[in-house]
């Protein structure tokens, strides 16, 4: 979604991972991102090593510190962040890899409002310290339709319905503190613009360009109790662009393409608030 949105705003090339930016080219942006990462620590810890929020922010620190050294000054380093945006899409694996996972003891110590409430005091204060290290235009992303990933329907039946509803509205209970939380952080800051992508709205609301998609299969064969991720050296289907899930619970390139296009300009008033990720790139 990261490397799309980049071409929507006319980068050229992707934007380089932490691990591997290096000099002048940290002046065009610095991609965080880690797969199985999440806003708590523990999130995604039975799938190996990944980067939590807490430690991607670290490392931003330390971009922060290095984009001083080379522009010199810190009135010149917060012009530049000033003017960045930022792209924060977390939560998904806290729920994934975490809370409805059989790894981990929080579903059992926390009920769904407890856990939602837990967790977005943590993703409030992270993205209180990305404000306090400059950054001042922020897209926040919601979490999706987790529901209704194969791996989830797998793991939990559906009871009749199309999706896992009880995961559904587990998400939302945390998706619903969102806005609040974005319209706090645009009265209560100085000079900021944040904004609220509702990916999971975005899902349930197909445009007529969106075309037939093969929802409820999966393009790979899955280890599905185990991390929800493709089955080694196994043989993907051949027409991948037809489905919305790659593995259990990762989205195709074609079905980001379709999904990213409207987090950057919106389809639907309630696909972003208050507004999109293109207007965000005008102030």
């Known amino acids: 979604m990261a490397d799309i949105l980049a071409e929507l705003l006319g980068f050229d090339n992707s934007i380089p991972s932490f691990a591997k930016a290096r000099g002048d080219e940290i002046l065009k942006g610095v991609n965080y991102a880690s797969g199985a990462a999440g806003i708590r620590d523990e999130s995604g ?27 010199g000054d810190n009135k010149s380093t917060a012009n530049l962040l000033n003017k960045c945006i930022y792209t924060v899409g977390m939560g998904n694996n806290d729920y994934i890899n975490n ?3 059989q790894y981990y003891p929080t579903r059992s110590m926390y009920t769904p409002e407890q856990y939602s409430t837990l ?16 950054a001042r235009k922020v897209a926040v992303f919601g979490i999706g339709v ?3 990933t194969p791996g989830m329907i ?16 587990a998400v939302q209970l945390f998706n619903a503190k969102l806005i609040p939380l974005v319209e706090d952080f645009n009265k209560d800051t100085l000079n900021s613009s944040f904004i609220f992508i509702d990916t999971y709205q975005i899902a349930l609301t197909p445009t007529p360009t969106t075309g037939a998609q093969v929802t409820n299969a999966t393009c790979c ?14 043989i993907p289907c051949k027409n991948r662009d037809d489905y919305t899930f790659w593995d259990a619970v990762h989205p195709t390139e074609a079905s980001n ?3 990213t296009q409207r987090y950057y ?19």
Not at 119 to 134: A, D, M, P, R, T
Not at 158 to 165: E, I, P
């Open 154 to 169: 797998a793991m939990y039946g559906t009871n009749g319905s199309l999706c896992v509803d009880f995961v559904n509205d």
């Open 221 to 234: 064969d899955v280890i599905t109790t185990i991390s929800f991720q493709c089955i080694p050296l196994g």
């Open 119 to 134: 967790l977005f005091q943590e993703f409030s204060h992270q993205l209180k310290i990305l404000y306090n290290l400059g």
């Open 265 to 283: 300009s919106a389809a639907f008033p309630s696909d972003s608030y208050p507004f999109d990720i293109r207007h965000l790139a005008l102030l």
């Open 45 to 71: 810890a039975h799938l190996g090593a990944r980067i939590s929020l807490n430690m991607q922010l670290k490392n931003h620190r330390i971009t922060v510190s290095r984009i001083r050294s080379i522009l």
């Open 99 to 101: 809370y409805f996972s």
């Open 257 to 259: 393409l379709i999904s």
């Open 146 to 148: 987790i529901g209704c």
